[in-house]
C-alpha cells in the first residue's frame, strides 16, 4: 500500500440542516391552509373575488410543492423532517379544499372520502414498510397529483354553470387514478415488506 493511498480519508458527510430553504417552503405551504379555508368558506363560497383569492392560495401552495422537492434534490436539501412534511402538507392542502367544497356542496361528499381514504392508507402503509425502504412515486402517482390539482382548481374558480361537466369529468378521472394508484402502492409495499423481510432472515 503506497503512503498516498494510507493518506486517503473518507470525508465525513456534512449533515443537512433541518432549517433550510426547501423545509421553509414545506412549513408556508402548511400555513397556507387555513388561509385558504377562510377564503374558500367566507360569504358562504358565493362570493367571487373571494373564490379568486381562495384559487390563487391553492394554486400558490400546490407551486411550492413541486419547488421544495427540486430544491431539495438539487442542492443536497434532503432532511428526515422534509421526508414527513412534505408528503403531510401535500395531503393537508388536498384535504382542505376537498372537504372544503364538499361543505359547500359543490362536490359530492363520496368523492372526499375516496380520495381521503386513500391518501390516508397510503401514509399508513409508508410507516409500515419504512424499515425496508422507501417506495419512490410512480408515473401514475403524480398524473393522479396532477389531476385531483386541475380538478380542484376547476370546482374552486368562479366558473359558468357549462363547465361543471369539464369540473365533473376531471375528477372522475382523478378519482380513478387515485383508486388505481392506491392499489398499486399496496401492492408494491407488500412486495417491498416481503423482500425486507427475506433479506433479513438470510442475513447472519
Known amino acids: ?6 493518506d486517503t480519508v473518507e470525508p465525513t458527510p456534512t449533515p443537512v440542516p433541518v432549517v433550510n430553504v426547501a423545509n421553509a417552503l414545506t412549513v408556508f405551504r402548511l400555513l397556507l391552509v387555513p388561509v385558504f379555508l377562510f377564503a374558500l368558506l367566507d360569504d358562504g363560497g358565493e362570493s367571487t373575488t373571494w373564490r379568486l383569492v381562495a384559487t390563487g392560495i391553492f394554486l400558490l401552495a400546490a407551486a411550492t410543492d413541486r419547488l421544495d422537492g427540486d430544491l431539495a434534490r438539487k442542492r443536497g436539501l434532503i432532511t ?3 421526508k414527513i412534511a412534505d408528503p403531510i402538507a401535500d395531503k393537508t392542502l388536498i384535504g382542505s379544499a376537498l372537504i372544503g367544497l364538499s361543505i359547500l356542496g359543490e362536490l359530492p361528499w363520496w368523492v ?7 391518501e390516508l392508507g397510503v401514509t399508513l402503509l409508508r410507516f409500515w414498510v419504512i424499515r425496508h425502504g422507501v417506495i419512490p412515486a410512480s408515473r401514475g402517482g403524480k398524473a393522479k397529483t396532477i389531476a385531483q390539482i386541475v380538478a380542484i382548481v376547476l370546482f374552486l374558480l368562479p366558473l359558468p354553470d357549462g ?33 425486507g423481510r427475506r433479506a433479513i432472515a438470510g442475513a447472519p
Do not use: H
Not at 500500500?1 to 494510507?6: E, F, N, P, S, V
Not at 372522475?172 to 387514478?177: D, F, Q, R, T
Open 1 to 6: 500500500m503506497t503512503a498516498a493511498a494510507d
Open 80 to 82: 428526515d423532517f422534509g
Open 112 to 118: 372526499t372520502v375516496v380520495i381521503l381514504a386513500r
Open 163 to 195: 363547465f361543471a361537466f369539464a369540473a365533473g369529468t376531471v375528477m372522475a378521472v382523478a378519482v380513478g387514478l387515485t383508486l388505481a394508484t392506491g392499489i398499486d402502492y399496496v401492492v408494491r409495499a407488500v412486495r417491498l415488506r416481503a423482500r
